[in-house]
């Protein structure tokens, strides 16, 4: 066998993997076990974007989760990505969190100041590290926590936060293991 041979032999290993292993667990078609009629609406998406806003504001040098539509992230992934199970923790989660504004404020998140609001996901928080921490793996996962992975997952994958809020190089040279880093710099987002 050549290289070339052992080339092609090797692509179509792995890539027969990666493809072989989606089709042989999910089928051509996508699952049917989704929360029917999700509602991400308007006002829904709108409020996503203030939640992921106020958890990744905008700073000096860099523009909030809400300038890089998040939101529209979030959508995509919950209704393609996620099963029934953490769909409706997902949901349920907004139920849950616009309870807690109107005790704590008496008013919705939307009219909340940003003082508020960041109180109010400050303390949703600190009550879900200890969930999460001592949940077990069958237990499901907090809602807050969801929100708040997915809000750092599209945001830091978006062209606003690869490119404002990390350092990026669209064809980077030749690999460098070993990058002199000053505390307060950017972090690299380099694909």
Same mark, same amino acid.
């Given at each position: 066998?050549?290289?070339?041979?052992?080339?092609?032999?090797?692509?179509?290993?792995? #890539?027969?993997?990666?493809?072989?292993?989606?089709?042989?667990?999910?089928?051509?078609?996508?699952?049917?076990?989704?929360?029917?009629?999700?509602?991400?609406?308007?006002?829904?998406?709108?409020?996503?974007?203030?939640?992921?806003?106020?958890?990744?504001?905008?700073?000096?040098?860099?523009?909030?989760?809400?300038?890089?539509?998040?939101?529209?992230?979030?959508?995509?992934?919950?209704?393609?990505?996620?099963?029934?199970?953490?769909?409706? /923790?997902?949901?349920?989660?907004?139920?849950?969190?616009?309870?807690?504004?109107?005790?704590?404020?008496?008013?919705?998140?939307?009219?909340?100041?940003?003082?508020?609001?960041?109180?109010?996901?400050?303390? /949703?928080?600190?009550?879900?590290?200890?969930?999460?921490?001592?949940?077990?793996?069958?237990?499901?996962?907090?809602?807050?926590?969801?929100?708040?992975?997915?809000? /750092?997952?599209?945001?830091?994958?978006?062209?606003?936060?690869?490119?404002?809020?990390?350092?990026?190089?669209?064809?980077? #040279?030749?690999?460098?293991?070993?990058?002199?880093?000053?505390?307060?710099?950017?972090?690299?987002?380099?694909?």
């Amino acid at each position: 066998m050549n290289r070339r041979e052992a080339l092609s032999a090797v692509s179509m290993l792995l #890539g027969g993997t990666v493809v072989g292993s989606t089709l042989f667990l999910e089928g051509c078609a996508p699952s049917e076990k989704k929360v029917a009629g999700l509602p991400f609406d308007e006002e829904t998406l709108k409020l996503l974007n203030e939640i992921a806003d106020t958890i990744l504001p905008t700073t000096a040098s860099s523009p909030g989760a809400k300038a890089a539509n998040v939101a529209s992230f979030i959508e995509r992934m919950v209704r393609d990505c996620y099963d029934d199970v953490n769909q409706q /923790i997902f949901f349920d989660g907004f139920a849950t969190l616009q309870a807690a504004c109107k005790t704590k404020f008496n008013t919705a998140f939307m009219d909340c100041s940003p003082e508020q609001r960041t109180e109010l996901l400050i303390e /949703i928080d600190n009550e879900q590290k200890p969930y999460t921490a001592s949940k077990k793996k069958e237990d499901p996962a907090h809602y807050f926590r969801l929100m708040k992975e997915l809000t /750092i997952l599209g945001y830091f994958t978006s062209e606003i936060g690869a490119t404002q809020a990390l350092r990026y190089v669209a064809v980077p #040279g030749r690999y460098e293991g070993c990058v002199p880093y000053t505390k307060g710099e950017k972090a690299w987002a380099t694909s």
